[in-house]
């Protein structure tokens, strides 16, 4: 399966940023609360730590304080060539280290405990060492040699704290102009981390400053069109006493500013429906779940099936709570096409709660469970023809509704599988790398969407990224995803899928068969789960209650779903993680679905 997330060991070259706080602003962007436990932060980029043992320039200490103990971070790491700025000649081992989040109680946070290495000698001292040890952890804002225009933004917040002793940090903001000078003069402040105490803060950019040297020998604008990194870094020189501690950062926002990935897919008006001769799917036949498609460059067609998935395969637990049965002769995930779960009739419609990041070689994968179809038959090495169909683009409808952030739609082709002929092609593009855009959340409405094959994108940043368009010649599968942080659940749903010819625009995402919001709650308090939930469409429904492995443990009916107020004991239910689901029957005979989870703690 393509993912959603990768996440790199990312280690830093050079020495970063520097900030300090004032005012209070509205409409902040997260940048990060760590809360799904990886290296990526909320603008789709990621942190590393980087340390003084990295350093090309005369004074650094890998060539003026060669043989002096070097700092460290103290995670795990990996040592490898340096390959500064792509030199295959330059092998100085440096450290790659894998950036660590700590956990304590609800709340995650980056870590970097360290120790910090000797002095070394330096142009500006020839009788003792003086060049200070350092190290720093970043975050990146945009892709690497990329910059985001921060012009809009007033500065950033974030809590930071340390373990033992009183840290002095600087916070940074790089800028393009001033990492392609190589001067290191960032803009930058000083903050204060305290031993076992979070303190907020609040830096503007309007009172940041270049360090008093870079203003005198390299000074630069802060020029926040061309912003490219934060950081922060814990240096000996004002730190002096100090020998190894931790930094804690956690809750960084971006003040006063939007952020707008580059991958999501929004649509100025509804597309309208294509006509039946493009239809791949609509799930109200006698065999739901079959389609039926032209073989390559043939008039026969080839019979494929639409299929659930999720993490399991590579170890991990998601779980799908209902829409999808296991297979006991395959052990996949069989979708049940049940009247009422499309935008109209049948869909495709999974309720799912996404289990722990799945360790894979040096990244963590997150969760994931989808809906999809082959387009191809691997044994035949035949697949569909886009091109040869009069295609040029995906057409479907679809729900996402819950705790994730987005949905994510895949289009592979001959380079992301393997056939019978070639099977050990299934990663040209690189490991995990797969055509996509990601879908906005919708709440109760079905939404449709249509998307040229020419604006799939892939992520071009990886590390293991190979450039290859998409082969409409040879399209091999389509998928619809959600994927994310443990516990996040919630219903994912497809239907009407076509691949239609014709221009479309895009904007904004306008949904085609809005129903009444509203808004269902369950909590636990006194060993009762407390539930309410209003809409006058609604007649009779079931209230479950369902644990981590996705079972039902409890169940009762409801015979007003109209105006619902109950409550559920919990006598005989053990403590632990659950998910409370409300299925009901629309006056129109639609099913509704609403879900919570909850806590039980007696």
């Given at each position: 399966m393509g993912l959603l997330k990768k996440k790199h060991i990312i280690s830093g070259l050079a020495a970063s940023l520097l900030i300090m706080s004032s005012g209070l602003f509205a409409q902040d962007a997260l940048f990060d609360d760590h809360s799904d436990g990886t290296n990526q932060n909320e603008f789709e980029y990621y942190w590393y730590y980087y340390d003084d043992n990295a350093g090309v320039k005369e004074d650094d200490r890998p060539r003026a304080g060669a043989g002096t103990t070097p700092s460290v971070v103290n995670v795990d790491y990996t040592e490898e060539p340096r390959h500064a700025f792509g030199d295959e000649t330059d092998n100085h081992i440096v450290k790659k280290y894998v950036f660590t989040v700590g956990e304590e109680a609800d709340n995650s946070y980056a870590t970097m405990p360290f120790t910090f290495g000797e002095k070394w000698e330096a142009s500006w001292c020839k009788t003792e060492p003086c060049a200070w040890p350092y190290v720093g952890m970043g975050s990146m804002l945009c892709k690497e040699g990329d910059t985001l225009d921060l012009n809009t933004a007033t500065g950033v917040r974030f809590r930071i704290r340390s373990k033992t002793s009183e840290l002095q940090v600087r916070f940074k903001v790089e800028t393009m102009d001033i990492i392609e000078d190589s001067s290191y003069g960032y803009y930058q402040t000083m903050v204060t981390a305290s031993p076992g105490e979070w303190t907020p803060y609040e830096i503007a950019f309007a009172d940041m400053a270049q360090p008093d040297w870079a203003e005198k020998d390299a000074p630069f604008d802060f020029n926040l069109d061309l912003s490219a990194k934060l950081a922060w870094e814990v240096s000996g020189e004002d730190n002096t006493t100090i020998e190894e501690d931790c930094l804690d950062i956690d809750d960084i926002y971006v003040m006063n500013y939007t952020y707008v990935s580059r991958f999501m897919w929004t649509q100025e008006t509804p597309p309208a429906r294509p006509g039946n001769q493009s239809k791949l799917s609509d799930f109200d036949g006698a065999v739901p779940q079959q389609i039926k498609l032209p073989y390559e460059g043939e008039l026969d067609k080839m019979t494929q099936y639409w299929y659930a998935y999720n993490d399991v395969e590579i170890g991990g637990n998601s779980a799908v709570m209902s829409g999808a049965v296991e297979n006991e002769e395959t052990g996949r995930l069989d979708i049940v096409f049940e009247d009422g779960t499309g935008s109209e009739g049948k869909g495709a419609q999974l309720l799912f709660q996404l289990g722990a990041p799945i360790p894979q070689d040096t990244i963590q994968i997150l969760g994931f469970v989808g809906i999809g179809c082959n387009l191809y038959d691997s044994a035949t090495c035949k697949y569909f023809n886009g091109t040869q169909a009069g295609a040029n683009s995906v057409y479907f409808e679809y729900k996402a509704d819950g705790d994730m952030k987005k949905a994510t739609v895949e289009l592979y082709d001959v380079n992301d599988v393997g056939d019978a002929d070639n099977p050990d092609r299934s990663e040209s593009r690189g490991s995990g790398v797969v055509m996509f855009r990601d879908l906005p959340l919708t709440g109760d409405s079905w939404v449709a969407v249509q998307i040229p094959f020419s604006e799939f994108?892939?992520?071009?940043?990886?590390?293991?990224?190979?450039?290859?368009?998409?082969?409409?010649?040879?399209?091999?599968?389509?998928?619809?995803?959600?994927?994310?942080?443990?516990?996040?659940?919630?219903?994912?749903?497809?239907?009407?899928?076509?691949?239609?010819?014709?221009?479309?625009?895009?904007?904004?995402?306008?949904?085609?068969?809005?129903?009444?919001?509203?808004?269902?709650?369950?909590?636990?308090?006194?060993?009762?789960?407390?539930?309410?939930?209003?809409?006058?469409?609604?007649?009779?429904?079931?209230?479950?209650?369902?644990?981590?492995?996705?079972?039902?443990?409890?169940?009762v009916p409801v015979s007003n779903a109209k105006s619902l107020s109950t409550t559920l004991s919990t006598d005989n239910i053990s403590n632990g993680m659950y998910i409370v689901r409300f299925n009901a029957k629309g006056l129109n005979g639609k099913s509704i679905v609403r879900q919570s989870k909850i806590n039980i703690v007696k």
């Open positions: 994108l892939y992520h071009d940043d990886w590390e293991s990224s190979v450039g290859i368009d998409l082969d409409i010649t040879k399209l091999a599968k389509l998928q619809i995803k959600v994927q994310g942080a443990e516990g996040v659940a919630g219903v994912l749903a497809v239907d009407n899928v076509y691949f239609p010819d014709g221009a479309i625009t895009h904007t904004i995402m306008r949904p085609i068969n809005r129903s009444e919001k509203a808004t269902f709650n369950a909590n636990y308090s006194n060993g009762k789960i407390n539930i309410s939930f209003n809409n006058s469409e609604l007649s009779n429904g079931k209230i479950s209650l369902i644990n981590t492995k996705g079972a039902v443990v409890k169940s």
